[in-house]
């Protein structure tokens, strides 16, 4: 089963190297394939530069895509970190 979301990148660097990285090592914890997706643009959520390579900036909206045992539970939780501005404090 496949759980998907729209969310929209709040914090003021985007999907920068930190958030990038955070949001990879966060998907990695998870019994499902996580992607992330931006207009026509997809990456794998476990990696770091395909990540970066989204050039994700403030106000873009991304749908978080996943699939396996756990999707629903690695969907909330990335939006969820994206929702908070991946924790950083600007």
Known sequence: MEISRTVTIENKLGLHARAATKLAQLAQGFEATVTIQQADKKANADSVMALLMLASNQGKDVTVIATGNEAKVAVDAICEL????????E
């Open 82 to 89: 994206i929702s908070n501005k991946f924790d950083e404090d």
